[in-house]
């Protein structure tokens, strides 16, 4: 997994971006093949001035499915970053799910066909004049 982490008014410590890509691994292992990119933005939105801004906003590019974004504030960085970890993991897995139940459900055809093991039942029982 290819992970960019950049910060916006905040110091970008190595202990830091080494525990947000911890926790993105962690969360995202198993769903590491349909993994295009991951993009971390961490930051202070107010500064110096303080108070419970601190930011991370995670957007995960993935195959065949849509961009997850998460984004979560808090006073203290690490914590903000566990939490967004652990949204962007479960919403993952259902971009994942979605996508895969869409192709596997025929969404955007508009006349899918029934399976084969349905088209000609042996135990459906035809009157003569029905039969084809």
Same mark, same amino acid.
């Given at each position: 997994m290819k992970v960019d982490i950049q910060s916006q008014d905040f110091p970008l410590t190595s202990a830091l971006s080494d525990h947000a890509k911890r926790r993105l691994q962690f969360v995202l292992t198993? !769903?590491? /093949? !349909? &993994?295009?990119? &991951? =993009? =971390?933005? =961490?930051?202070?939105?107010? +500064?110096?001035?303080?108070? %419970?801004?601190?930011f991370c906003r995670i957007q995960v590019y993935l195959l065949d499915a849509p961009v997850a974004v998460i984004e /979560? &504030?808090?006073?203290?960085?690490?914590? %903000?970053? /566990?939490?967004?970890?652990?949204?962007?993991?479960? %919403? %993952? =897995?259902?971009h994942l799910d979605r996508s895969r139940a869409g192709r596997r459900h025929g969404r955007g055809d508009a006349n899918p066909s029934p399976p084969d093991e349905f088209a000609a039942a042996p135990w459906?029982?035809?009157?003569? +004049?029905? !039969?084809?």
């Open positions: 198993r !769903r590491s /093949d !349909r &993994i295009q990119r &991951i =993009v =971390v933005r =961490v930051g202070d939105k107010n +500064g110096p001035r303080g108070g %419970v801004d601190k /979560d &504030i808090g006073l203290d960085m690490y914590a %903000v970053i /566990d939490r967004a970890a652990d949204r962007v993991g479960r %919403v %993952v =897995v259902k459906v029982r035809h009157s003569e +004049g029905e !039969r084809a």
